[in-house]
C-alpha cells in the first residue's frame, strides 16, 4: 500500500467517525424512538407480511394498516391505563402528603406505632434514633413523591412526541427494513457468519427479554395489586402498576414497594393485610418471578441469570426504562463479540489447563 492510499484511506476513515458522531449527537433525543420503532417493527414484521401478501403487495397500505392496529390494540388501552393510574397516583400523594406533614411536624406519632409492634421492648433504647432516621426517610420519600407528580405533564408531553416519532419511523423500517439491515451488514467488514450470528443473538435476545418483561410484570403486577385492594391499601391499580415495573429487577424487584408496606401495616396493627401480603406478594409472586424468569429470559437468551441481572441493573440505570430491554441485549452483543474473538483469534490465544474449551 503506497503513503497516497495510506493517508487517503486514513482522512477518509477519520471523516466517517467525525461526521458520524456528529450526527449521532445531532439525533440523540430521537434514537429511543428510534430504537423502540426497530424492536416493535421485528415483532410486527410477521404480520405486515401476511398482511401485504393480502393487499396484493402494497407494502405501504400493509405497513398503515399495522401501524393502526398497533395504535388500536396496545396504545389506546395502554394509554387509558395510564390515565387511571395518573388518577390513583395523585390520590395517593394527596392523602399521604397530610400524614407525612404531621408526622414530620411530631414525630412522636411514629413512637406510637412502634408500641404497636412485637419486641418493642427490645427495641426500646434505639427508639429515639429510629424515630429521628425514620422522619428522614418519609421526608425524602415524600420530596421525591410530590416531585415524581409534579413532573409528570413535562413526561407526558415527551412520551406523546417521542410516540409520534416511534410510528413515523416504523413506517419506514417496516417497508424497507430488510434493504436497510443488509446496507448496514454489507458495511460491516466482518464474515457473513459473523453478522449472522450477532444478528441473531440480538434478535433472540429481545424477544425474550420483551416476552419475559411483559408476562412477568403483568402477572405480579395483577397478583400484588390484588393483595394490596384486599389489605385495604388505596390505589391498588397505582401500586399494581408500579410493582409490574419494578418486577424486571430480579429476585426482589416488588418487595421494593410491597416491602415497605408490610411495615407500615405492621406499625399500624394490621395483622390481617400483612398476611395477605406476605402471602400474595411474598410468596406466591415472587416464587413465580423466580420460577418464570429463568425459562421465559435465561433459557432463551442463553445467558447466565448473573449476566440477566446485571444487564438489567445496568441498563435501567444508564438508559431509564428501555434500559430494561436494551441492557440484556448490551450483554448478550458482549458475551457473543468476545466468543466471536476467541474464534477469530484462537492461534493466538494460549491454552489454560488442558486445553478443553469452556462450555
Given at each position: ?68 392496529a398497533i395504535v388500536l390494540l396496545i396504545l ?47 427495641i426500646l433504647p434505639y427508639r429515639d434514633v ?161 420460577l418464570l424468569r429463568p425459562r421465559l429470559v ?62
Open positions: 500500500m503506497t503513503t497516497q492510499e495510506t493517508v487517503r484511506k486514513t482522512v477518509l476513515l477519520s471523516l466517517v467517525f467525525l461526521i458520524s458522531a456528529l450526527f449521532l449527537t445531532m439525533i440523540h433525543q430521537f434514537l429511543m424512538p428510534m430504537f423502540v420503532a426497530g424492536l416493535f417493527s421485528a415483532m410486527a414484521k410477521p404480520a405486515h407480511a401476511w398482511l401485504t401478501k393480502r393487499l396484493g403487495g402494497r407494502e405501504n397500505l400493509a405497513s398503515v394498516g399495522v401501524i393502526v389506546a388501552p395502554f394509554s387509558m391505563f395510564v390515565g387511571v393510574v395518573v388518577t390513583q397516583a395523585i390520590t395517593v400523594g394527596q392523602s399521604v402528603t397530610p400524614w407525612v406533614e404531621s408526622f414530620i411536624s411530631e414525630p412522636s406519632t411514629f413512637a406510637h406505632y412502634l408500641e404497636r409492634i412485637p419486641f418493642y421492648t427490645e429510629i424515630v429521628e432516621k425514620a422522619g428522614e426517610l418519609v421526608g425524602t420519600l415524600s420530596t421525591f413523591l410530590i416531585n415524581s407528580l409534579s413532573s409528570a405533564t413535562k413526561m407526558t408531553v415527551d412520551a406523546l412526541f417521542g410516540t409520534i416519532i416511534m410510528l413515523y419511523v416504523m413506517f419506514y423500517f417496516l417497508t424497507m427494513g430488510n434493504r436497510l439491515l443488509d446496507r448496514i451488514l454489507y458495511l460491516l467488514p466482518l464474515r457473513n457468519e459473523d453478522e449472522q450470528r450477532l444478528l441473531q443473538r440480538f434478535t433472540s435476545v429481545t424477544r425474550a427479554t420483551i416476552k419475559g418483561s411483559i408476562v412477568i410484570g403483568i402477572i405480579q403486577g395483577l397478583i400484588c395489586g390484588f393483595a394490596f385492594a384486599f389489605a385495604g391499601i388505596e390505589g391498588p391499580v397505582f401500586w399494581g402498576s408500579i410493582m409490574a415495573v419494578a418486577s424486571i429487577i430480579p429476585a426482589f424487584g416488588t418487595a421494593l414497594v410491597w416491602g415497605p408496606a408490610v411495615i407500615i401495616l405492621l406499625f399500624m396493627g394490621d395483622i390481617v393485610g400483612v398476611s395477605i401480603i406476605v402471602v400474595l406478594c411474598g410468596a406466591v409472586a415472587g416464587n413465580l418471578d423466580n435465561g433459557k432463551d437468551t442463553e445467558m447466565h441469570d448473573l449476566f440477566v441481572l446485571f444487564g438489567t441493573l445496568g441498563g435501567i440505570a444508564m438508559f431509564g426504562l428501555l434500559g430494561i430491554v436494551i441492557g440484556p441485549i448490551i450483554a448478550a452483543l458482549f458475551i457473543t463479540i468476545w466468543e466471536i474473538y476467541g474464534t477469530v483469534f484462537s492461534k493466538y490465544l494460549p491454552k489454560v489447563g488442558d486445553g478443553k474449551e469452556l462450555e
